[in-house]
C-alpha cells in the first residue's frame, strides 16, 4: 500500500531519497488511509445497503399499533384488547371475517352471535393485515415501539415485530420502527434504554436486514427511525434531559448500527411553539438535526369547525416552508376520524366523550385533510392509524354492526363498507404520485 499511496520524490542522493522518501511517506500514507476510513465505517455497519424503498418521499405509510391480545391466545396477557363488558377501552370494532384465528368476547351482536375478536400475536393476523395493505396500495407502515417495550424486551412484541418484517417481505411493503416514547417518565429516566433496544432489534431481528425481500423504508438512502412524542406539555419528561441529543447522534452516526435518517414527531403547534406545544425552542435545534418531522394531527382538525380545512392549509404550507429554508422533509398526518367514549368513562369521568366525538363522515373528513395537504405541496402522507380502534381512527377494515350494548357505545362506520378507508387511502396513494387526478371531492367506488 505505501508503494501505491506514497509521493516518490527522486533529488538528492541513494540514502537521502530513501530518508526523503520514508519521512514523506509517513506525512503522505497517513491522510490516505484516514481517507479510507469512511469505506471501513460502512463495511461494518449492518444495514443493508439498499432496499426496495429508498425515500419516503411518493409513499403513504401508517401507524401500526400491534398491541392487540385476546384470552387464549398465548401470549399470557393479564390484560385483553376489549377488555370486559362493563369496562373496555375500544371505540370501534373490527370486521373479522377474514381472519383465520378469533376469540371470543364477553359481548353479543344484535343477532345474537358471540362477537370475535383478533389477536396480533397470531402470525396470521399480521401476513391478513400486510396483505391488505398490498391489495389496496397502502405503501407500508410503522412499526409502534412502546418505551416499556423496548426497555423490558417484552417478547411479545418482538414477536409481533418479526411476524411484521416476514409479511413486509412477502407482500413487499414498507416497513419501520417508530419508537413512542410513552411511558418514560420516571426520575433520571431516559433514552439510553432506546439504544440498547435498537441493537437489539438490528442484531437479534434483523430488523433492517430481512430475510427475503429488503423492504426497510430508507429517506435519502439510510434506514429511517422514526421518535414520536416530542415537545408535548403533557408528558411528564423534560426533552432537554432525556438523552435526545444522544439517541439522534447515535442513529445517525454510530459506526455499526448509525448510518440512520431520524424522523421526529412533535405537536400539531412546532413551529410557532405555542397551543398544543411546549414553548421550549430547544425543540426546533432538535428537529432541524433530524430528516423529517412529523406533526401530530389527531385531534387537531374537525370537520365540525367552520373553515377547519383552512386552517389546515395554512399551517401546512408555512411549515413546509420552514422546513425548506431548515433543509429538513416534511410529512403531514391524516387521520379518520377520533372517539375516546368508552375509555374516558373510566379515565376522566367528569369529562366523558362523547362516542365519535370527531365525526367520520363516510369517508368525507379524511379525504378533506388529504386533498388538503396535497394540494399544499405534501409529498408523502402519515395515516394515524392503520388498527387503531381503541380511537376510532382505524383505516382497516372495521364493521358497520358492532356488538350491541347497554353499558359500552361503538362507532359504526356510516353504511361503508368495511374496506373503505383502506380503498380512500390507495386512491390517495395514486393521486400523491400522480397516477390519478387530485379532486376535492371524496372519489366514488
Given amino acids: 500500500m505505501r508503494n501505491i499511496l506514497c509521493r516518490k520524490v527522486a533529488y538528492g542522493g541513494p540514502l537521502k531519497v530513501m530518508r526523503r522518501k520514508e519521512r514523506l511517506g509517513r506525512l503522505y500514507c497517513l491522510p490516505a488511509f484516514l481517507l479510507l476510513m469512511p469505506a471501513l465505517v460502512f463495511a461494518q455497519n449492518k444495514h443493508a445497503a439498499q432496499s426496495l424503498y429508498p425515500s419516503y418521499k411518493g409513499l403513504v405509510m401508517a401507524g401500526y399499533q400491534g398491541w392487540f391480545r385476546a384470552e387464549g391466545d398465548g401470549s399470557g396477557a393479564k390484560r385483553f384488547a376489549y377488555g370486559s363488558e362493563e369496562r373496555t377501552g375500544i371505540d370501534m370494532w373490527p370486521d373479522v371475517g377474514e381472519y383465520e384465528k378469533t376469540y371470543a368476547t364477553p359481548w353479543k351482536l344484535a343477532d345474537g352471535q358471540p362477537a370475535k375478536f383478533f389477536s396480533s400475536i397470531d402470525k396470521s393476523t399480521i401476513d391478513l393485515h400486510f396483505k391488505w395493505m398490498e391489495q389496496y396500495r397502502l405503501d407500508g407502515v ?21 411476524h411484521a418484517f416476514a409479511a413486509a417481505s412477502r407482500h413487499s411493503r414498507a416497513i419501520a420502527v417508530m ?9 433520571g429516566e431516559d433514552c439510553s434504554a432506546l439504544i440498547e433496544d435498537w441493537k437489539f432489534l438490528v442484531d437479534s431481528l434483523r430488523v433492517t436486514n430481512q430475510a427475503g425481500k429488503k423492504t426497510y423504508l430508507h429517506h435519502n438512502g439510510k434506514p429511517l427511525v422514526a421518535i414520536w412524542g416530542v415537545g408535548f406539555p ?16 447515535f442513529l445517525q452516526h454510530d459506526p455499526v448500527y448509525g448510518g440512520c435518517a431520524v424522523m421526529l414527531g412533535v405537536p400539531m403547534a412546532w413551529r410557532t411553539l405555542e397551543a ?69 368513562k373510566y379515565e376522566f369521568p367528569d369529562d366523558v366523550k362523547p362516542v365519535g366525538s370527531i365525526p367520520r363522515q363516510g369517508g368525507r373528513f379524511y379525504w378533506q385533510q388529504i386533498s388538503t395537504v396535497l394540494n399544499a405541496g405534501a409529498q408523502m402522507l402519515y395515516v394515524a392509524m392503520f388498527d387503531e380502534v381503541n380511537e376510532a381512527t382505524a383505516i ?27 380503498w380512500l387511502t390507495g386512491e390517495a396513494a395514486q393521486a400523491l404520485r400522480n397516477q390519478k387526478p387530485l379532486s376535492g371531492k371524496m372519489p366514488l367506488r
Avoid at 372495521?398 to 373503505?420: A, L, M, R
Wanted: net charge neutral; proline share 7%; glycine share 4%.
Fill in 142 to 162: 410503522f412499526m409502534q415501539r412502546f418505551f416499556g417495550a423496548a426497555k423490558h424486551r417484552d417478547r411479545s412484541a418482538a414477536r409481533i415485530l418479526e
Fill in 179 to 187: 419508537y413512542d416514547l410513552s411511558g418514560l417518565g420516571r426520575s
Fill in 234 to 249: 403533557d408528558r411528564p419528561y423534560n426533552i432537554r434531559n432525556i438523552g435526545l441529543d444522544r439517541l439522534i447522534d
Fill in 276 to 344: 398544543d406545544c411546549l414553548p421550549d425552542p430547544y425543540l426546533h435545534s432538535l428537529i432541524r438535526r433530524c430528516d423529517i418531522v412529523l406533526p401530530w394531527a389527531v385531534q387537531r382538525y374537525s370537520p365540525l369547525l367552520h373553515n377547519d380545512m383552512e386552517r389546515l392549509r395554512d399551517n401546512t404550507i408555512a411549515d413546509i416552508q420552514w422546513c425548506r429554508e431548515n433543509k429538513i422533509d416534511y410529512v403531514p398526518c391524516v387521520y379518520p376520524g377520533f372517539s375516546w367514549h368508552n375509555l374516558s
Fill in 396 to 422: 382497516f377494515k372495521v364493521t358497520d354492526q358492532p356488538p350491541v350494548s347497554k353499558v359500552t357505545s361503538f362507532v359504526g362506520n356510516d353504511g361503508q363498507p368495511s374496506d373503505h378507508y383502506l
